[in-house]
């Protein structure tokens, strides 16, 4: 079954980091570019960067230059997105989706919540 | 990157055509032809409808279409259906590996 599936609920205090796993299953993990896109409560979707899985090449969105760092591990299939120095705004659930002829196939979604 | 704009609420009777705008400028929507549209219900994960501007993937209803003109792409919706009933996302690559997305429509079948 072609799918990706994301890694469970977290809670962070302000200021910590959070690591959001996206596990690829039923298709050549370095075939297709990895996107992340988050989306707080009421609110729309927020790309947050592009990841070539195959090259290791990834692109952020300027909002979040200097906070965010996308990396991969080929071997179990997994693309990661980890946010630093987070803040209530950072409250969302975070998606992966792979991008081949648009982005067909989404993970389930990662709700992180940021709360003192 | 600005995100592009779309209408933030569209409605139509079941068996009605809406068609939702999504402006962008001449370094996204005008400038690739990478438009594509998402459709989210309510706590799901959103659902790709349109890709490639025109594009329909597998599976979706031949009553879903899309066009561009200049910095405007549009997803129309044809014999509405209470199915349809959902938030709309369009989305357009912007060069150098960035993407952008709407601020999304509400689409509400009375």
């Known amino acids: 079954q072609v799918q990706l599936v994301q890694s469970g609920a977290e809670v962070k205090e302000p200021g910590a980091s959070v690591k959001v796993s996206c596990k690829a299953s039923?298709?050549?993990?370095?075939?297709?570019?990895i996107i992340w896109v988050r989306q707080a409560a009421g609110q729309g979707l927020e790309w947050m960067g592009w990841?070539?899985?195959?090259?290791?090449?990834?692109n952020n969105a300027q909002k979040f230059q200097g906070r965010v760092t996308m990396a991969r591990d080929t071997s179990i299939s997994t693309a990661y997105m980890e946010l630093t120095s987070l803040t209530s705004d950072d409250t969302a659930v975070y998606y992966c989706?792979?991008?081949?002829?648009?982005?067909?196939?989404w993970g389930q979604g990662t709700l992180v919540t940021v709360s003192s | 990157q600005s995100a592009l704009t779309q209408p933030r609420s569209v409605s139509g009777s079941p068996g009605q055509s809406v068609t939702i705008s999504c402006t962008g400028t001449s370094s996204d929507v005008g400038g690739y032809n990478y438009v594509s549209w998402y459709q989210q219900h309510p706590g799901k994960a959103p659902k790709l409808m349109i890709y490639?501007?025109?594009e329909r993937p597998s599976g979706v209803p031949d009553r879903f279409s899309g066009s561009k003109s200049a910095n405007t792409a549009s997803l129309t919706i044809s014999g509405l259906q209470a199915e349809d009933e959902a938030d709309y996302y369009c989305c357009s690559y912007a060069g150098t590996y960035n993407f952008v997305f709407g601020g999304g429509t509400k689409l509400t079948v009375l």
């Open positions: 989706a792979r991008n081949r002829e648009g982005l067909q196939l």
């Open positions: 490639d501007v025109s």
């Open positions: 039923g298709y050549t993990f370095t075939s297709s570019e």
């Open positions: 990841m070539n899985p195959n090259s290791g090449y990834t």
